[in-house]
């Protein structure tokens, strides 16, 4: 079984600055990674996702995240916050074949503040 | 481009009644999941399907019911409610490959 976990219920960055929302995943097997984001009273979009091509993803929006093996990390990044950045943030796990077919394995998720 | 649509957006039932939700896509996709979302813990698949005619569960079945008679539709029936089943309903879809899950926009379920 797969499991994910985010370092950080709440993170809170100002305007302009770096943005890290942490991930950290378990799996028996290769992952396929996904990080979403879900604004106020919205579905979840999908921002970027690593299927064992190059570790390091890039986004919508300006994000960018790096797969790293020995670390089992899927940390995603933003050089500079907006405003609008601010959203919840999920990473998710699934693995390729058998009986997966294509289930996610949420994250508790991370809520992005911005301030000016 | 609908995408996937869940109706309704918003429901308060009472203790006991039941209640099915709809999610319908249109981009012809084999996979279709429904999740709950509570606050602090994530996503998590109540039931899913492979394809038309079939459903499987998830990680948090009880107390729901799927059926995938179509292959763009797919419902989620509650057939006692009970306080607990107080949520955000998710329906997702995707085609077969590693391709990511597209998701609706939710259904609010409150149940007094």
């Known amino acids: 079984a797969q499991s994910v976990t985010q370092l950080g219920s709440h993170v809170s960055v100002s305007e302009g600055a770096l943005v890290l929302l942490r991930c950290n995943y378990s799996?028996?097997?290769?992952?396929?990674l996904f990080w979403y984001v879900q604004y106020p009273n919205q579905g979840l979009q999908l921002l970027l996702k690593?299927?064992?091509?190059?570790?390091l993803v890039k986004g919508i929006n300006g994000f960018e995240a790096e797969f790293k093996k020995s670390e089992t990390s899927f940390h995603l990044t933003k050089p500079s916050a907006h405003m609008s950045d601010a959203a919840e943030y999920f990473c998710?796990?699934?693995?390729?074949?058998?009986?997966?077919?294509?289930?996610?394995?949420f994250g508790q998720g991370t809520i992005l503040t911005v301030h000016p | 481009n609908a995408g996937v649509t869940q109706t309704p957006k918003f429901r308060v039932l009472k203790t006991g009644q039941s209640m099915t939700l709809l999610c319908a896509q249109d981009?012809?996709?084999?996979?279709m999941y429904w999740y709950r979302q509570d606050p602090g813990m994530g996503l998590r698949l109540i039931h899913y399907?492979?394809?038309?005619?079939?459903?499987a569960k998830g990680e948090v079945p009880d107390g729901y019911n799927v059926s995938r008679l179509k292959k763009q539709n797919f419902l989620l029936g509650l057939e006692s409610a009970a306080p607990s089943q107080t949520s955000v309903y998710f329906c997702a879809s995707r085609r077969e490959g590693n391709q990511p899950q597209h998701f609706g926009d939710g259904t609010r379920l409150s149940i007094l």
């Open positions: 799996s028996s097997v290769p992952p396929y």
């Open positions: 981009m012809n996709h084999e996979y």
């Open positions: 998710a796990v699934t693995v390729s074949g058998g009986t997966s077919y294509g289930k996610l394995t």
């Open positions: 690593y299927t064992s091509a190059a570790t």
């Open positions: 399907s492979v394809g038309e005619g079939t459903t």
